[in-house]
């Protein structure tokens, strides 16, 4: 119960890695808000938290709105008493060749990974340092943060920015003794994901150097690592949960 006493909001939370870390968070003893533009996927995995004896609340919200960012701060305080906990999850991927991306495409990736991480922990952000006793934000970011993808422009500049606005977070909320730090998913097996995995399967493409596709779990079991008094001295960083992807290619 390494989460016993403590509040959670996770956007992106209606399914995937989200809705992962919501019920890995639920099983340590966090109660739990979940946000996701997918209410009925948002209210499934709130059923799911409360399955876990922890309160569970889901609120609809579009993390591209500075309105809907600050509400879902504001329902989780009013519903389940404070924040110590945000996961910044939510995200979107378009892919498509460079020469071919879409202004559209570009703008929505963007917006949503970017942007709606800037909105999103900037209102959590507040929250924290008006109730004084610290807290932890978790960044989304991605093994694109670090390697070059084909056709992923918009999705690789938007994890690669959230990888640095992650250290500048970290570095200015210090005093206030809130944590800032980035997972860095590889391959995992989500709905996000799905299409890819197909494709590398079909062409045979390397996985990970550990030869596997990642679940949500492998990341949740970081996030609440990343969520816990154990972390108290990390800050700042990005942890690759990836299968050595990160690093290069498996030998054949």
């Known amino acids: 119960m390494r989460l016993a006493g403590k509040v959670a909001l996770v956007t992106g939370g209606a399914s995937g890695i989200g809705r992962g870390v919501a019920i890995r968070f639920a099983e340590e003893g966090a109660d739990v808000a979940v946000a996701d533009v997918n209410r009925q996927g948002a209210e499934e995995t709130a059923a799911e938290v409360r399955r876990l004896q922890t309160r569970g609340l889901a609120i609809e919200a579009d993390v591209t709105s500075r309105a809907d960012c600050e509400r879902i701060v504001r329902e989780t305080v009013a519903s389940l008493g404070k924040l110590d906990i945000f996961v910044a999850n939510a995200g979107i991927g378009r892919g498509a060749p460079f020469l071919e991306l879409a202004e559209d495409d570009w703008e929505a990736v963007i917006r949503t990974n970017l942007t709606g991480v800037f909105l999103s922990c900037q209102a959590a952000a507040r929250q924290m340092m008006g109730q004084g006793h610290g807290g932890r934000i978790i960044t989304m970011a991605s093994v694109a943060a670090e390697r070059a993808m084909e056709w992923m422009a918009a999705y690789c500049a938007s ?49 990970a150097p550990l030869g596997r596709v990642g679940e949500p779990k492998d990341v949740a079991d970081l996030a609440l690592f990343l969520a816990s008094d154990e972390a108290d001295y990390v800050t700042g960083g990005i942890i690759f949960v990836d299968g050595g992807l990160a690093i290069g290619p498996r030998r054949r």
Do not use: C, F, S, W
């Open 159 to 207: 994890k690669g920015a959230v990888r640095m606005l992650t250290k500048v977070m970290a570095l200015e909320l210090a005093p206030h003794r809130i944590t800032v730090n980035a997972i860095g998913p590889g391959v995992i097996d989500t709905p996000l994901a799905a299409p890819l995995i197909e494709m590398m399967k079909a062409a045979q493409a390397e996985i």
